[in-house]
């Protein structure tokens, strides 16, 4: 399998090339040359998931796209990523049933109690099992605005090879992820809580890696969404809903997936490009509804800081959704020249680009399944409120997002699942404003708000971000 750029650049390169890196170097995205065809091979893929588990489907899966790792140790990665003891249960992501054909498809179980554990902590694996083959280290920089740094720094803490330099923007996450992150005192964790809104701290990350010079100097990586590897990881699961959902390899499903980064939902795109049986791709925003209005329109407009709200599931407060170029590129056919101008010409120029008139955008929906929605705080209080009361489950924001637009867009005979990307307890203010008491809080986080804290609070400044990196990492000698 060798992995190309949406841009076009000539160069194919392997998965363990790719695996430490973000953008391309003409700043498109990787994707693999072609998406393996396991429409055949379902059967034999629920066998593995009902006899074997999850880490061995998700070896089953990944070995699809990874051929510069040996089998057996590709195995033995997977099988330490997903244990029961790292993600609470056997079945890993299992399937929890509300209504008839509607369910809950439980990602955060893990350490961080978000749906980005699940391919952090594979990720975390893959990076010192790669850094130690080539005898090299890494330095990761990253932006979130809340559920990625904490889980890429559970998932890379005391890891060999590995610093973790994560940049947040400041006072936006909610208290318990700021307690999460900010309480890892490990000395190969670095929290930066920047000035400014999250596209502040990603503009950040694309401007220190666009410096190819000071990159490769300090050994830069990254672990944003874009990363290839972390996508992949997320296909996975959707092979595990659909399984848990279905009897038989004849019958469709849809998922409705809380968006922001548009990174989980490509998985599901991923998926269902190698043939998994899914009729719809449900992309659900908040009130940031970028990606809802150009499913809506074919009008992708990105917005400013300025209109980027600060909302009550602040992980999907985006501007622009990092990943969309990838399902753009396969959207047009996979234009690469038509990609590059719509990504780095068009959007430059004047913050959008309008596909309403490309025969292309029709097939978003008709060929490529996708499907959206938007809900709001008052819609998400409300889905709060009455899952809570009618089914006696409390979910998080995120995930009533999820369902409130999963609702709109039920068809009979059409099982559909609700991706559950955080647990309630990260977003607490919000519960309580909802059902007037707190969430419960999972055992082993008992005291997480009083433990001693490690930040540095800086300015959107790249040039101080640089030095701060610059003056903890041991520079490579280059020719
Ligand atoms: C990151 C995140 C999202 C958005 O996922 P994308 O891959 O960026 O679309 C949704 N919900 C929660 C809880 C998250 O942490």
Known sequence: MR???????????????????????????YLPESYPQVGERLADLRQVWATRGYADLAFEILKLYIDDIPEADLLALCRKSYTPEVFGTAEITPLKKLEDGLYLQALSNG???????????????LFEYELARRGEELNILGATSGD?????????????????FMTSPKGRMSAFQQAQMFSLLDENIHNIAVEGVFDDCQDIVKAVSADLHFKRKYRIGTVNSINWARLLAQVVYYFAGYFQATAADTQKVSFAVPSGNFGNVCAGHVARMMGLPIAHLVVATNENDVLDEFFRTGIYRVRGSADTHETSSPSMDISKASNFERFVFDLLGRDAALTRSLFSDALARQGCFDLSAHPAFAQAASTYGFASGRSTHENRLATIRDTDARLGVVIDTHTADGLKVAREHRQAGLPMLVLETALPIKFAATIEEALGRPPERPSGFDGLEDKPRRLRVMPADVNRIKAYIAARVRPQLLP
């Open 148 to 164: 990625t740094g904490s889980a890429a720094e559970y998932a890379m803490r005391g890891k060999h090879g590995v610093r973790v």
């Open 111 to 125: 350490p961080t109690l978000a749906f980005k554990d699940m391919a952090m902590q594979l990720l975390g694996h």
């Open 3 to 29: 992995y190309l750029s949406t841009r076009g650049h000539p160069d194919r390169r392997r998965f363990c090339e790719i695996l430490l890196e973000g953008l391309a170097p003409d700043g498109g995205l």
